[in-house]
């Protein structure tokens, strides 16, 4: 039996998400008829629309629509791309917050606001890792500064396994994978999807100037591409501006710049392939996952996250082949019967990652934690 300590419940929030389905309901119920509502506050450097952030607000509102109190702490105000229905948004320092000072739970979201939470909470602390900064060149200046603040004594919440066992393997503890939160009602699959469709649309998602999504080596792909004579369109999104170097690569045929989850819908089934080349140190690959629900064909790197998320419904290529990658996109692009098998493997397999999932498992380590003496 599994127990948790001084309250005899058989329950562990560290056995692996499958092995969870039965015990879902028990740990619902406790929550709300032992402990109540808990107060929940998650710390938020930016209100910038990004995937990270919507993925925190994604887990906020399924533990607000359980009854928990949730409060968004941020320096920002409201972000203007999302509209929160439950949970709380409060602007302020960190240092003043009132809704840090009564948590019964912090969760730090970024590596910048784990130093606030630990200094200001006086209950457990959570730090929620969508990726391992230090491992990331662009932040190479501050790669002390940040394995500092990982040292710091914090519960590290995971949303992938390649994410936990990185932590793991470089001496934090506690590290538990939670999964990655996601509604897949938000890319609903593509009606009457073509693979005929002359020129192809292409789609590449990512910021140019962060090494880690590879998104210049699947330009220089690309030209590469285009000068042995094979037809597309690219469409390249990203949350910044095109800069001069991207466009010195490869032109975009179609530039978009801070698309909503809505837009980027739109923009997943309006395309016929998408180019996953991120780096074996990102943590997790959010436009991949909606193009599989979306049923957009995805060639991807070759690399623990997006076998993950993708297993065998994605072509993929070696990260950082070049030349690999333009003949693969070539062959895919050639081959409308393969293009359609995938499509049809996708949506099954976004179907693994649920919001609900992910906060059964919050919920889990939290009250593990807040049972400890």
């Known amino acids: 039996m599994r127990v948790i300590p001084n309250l005899g419940l058989d329950f562990d929030p560290d056995v692996p998400i499958e092995g969870e389905k039965q015990e879902r309901a028990f740990f619902r119920g406790f929550m709300e008829v032992f402990l109540g509502a808990l107060k929940i506050a998650y710390l938020v450097a930016s209100n910038e ?51 840090l000072e009564f948590a019964d739970v912090c969760v730090a979201t970024f590596w910048t606001t784990v130093p606030p939470a630990v200094g200001i909470c006086s209950r457990p602390v959570f730090h929620l890792c969508q990726g391992y900064e230090a491992d990331f060149s662009f932040y190479a200046s501050k790669r002390r500064e940040i394995k500092s603040v990982y040292a710091q004594p914090t519960h590290k919440l995971a949303v992938s396994p390649n994410i936990e066992k990185r932590l793991k393997a470089a001496g934090y503890a506690p590290v538990t994978y939670i999964g990655q939160a996601f509604d897949p009602q938000e890319f609903p699959v593509a009606e009457e999807r073509r693979f005929n469709q002359h020129p192809p649309r292409i789609l590449l998602v990512g910021i140019f100037g962060a090494d880690v999504k590879g998104i210049r080596e699947a330009l220089e792909a690309l030209a ?66 909606e193009a599989l629900s979306s ?64 906060a059964d498992r919050l919920l889990g380590v939290f009250t593990k934690a807040l049972a400890r003496p």
């Open 224 to 289: 590469e591409l285009q000068r042995s004579g094979v037809e597309f369109k690219l469409h390249r999104v990203s949350p910044l501006p095109q800069s001069e170097r991207e466009h010195n690569i490869f032109p975009a045929h179609d530039y978009s710049h801070r698309l909503l989850p809505s837009q980027m819908g739109a923009a997943y089934r309006n395309s016929d392939l998408l180019i996953g080349p991120s780096h074996p140190e990102e943590g997790f690959g959010l436009p991949v996952l």
């Open 295 to 358: 049923g957009l064909p995805v060639l991807l790197s070759d690399t623990p996250g997006h076998r993950h998320i993708a297993r065998d419904a994605a072509a993929y290529f070696p990260w950082g082949d070049i030349s690999t990658l333009a003949s693969q996109i070539a062959a895919l692009l050639q081959n409308p019967a393969r293009r359609a098998e995938l499509s049809a493997k996708g949506p099954i397999e976004a179907t693994r990652f649920r919001t609900a999932d992910v």
């Open 49 to 99: 629309l990004s995937g990270g952030l919507r993925v925190v607000l994604q887990q906020a509102e399924e533990l607000a629509d359980r009854g928990h109190s949730i409060t968004i702490v941020c320096p920002n105000e409201e972000p203007d791309w999302y509209s929160l229905r439950k949970p709380g948004w409060e602007t302020s320092p960190f240092e003043s917050s009132k809704a």
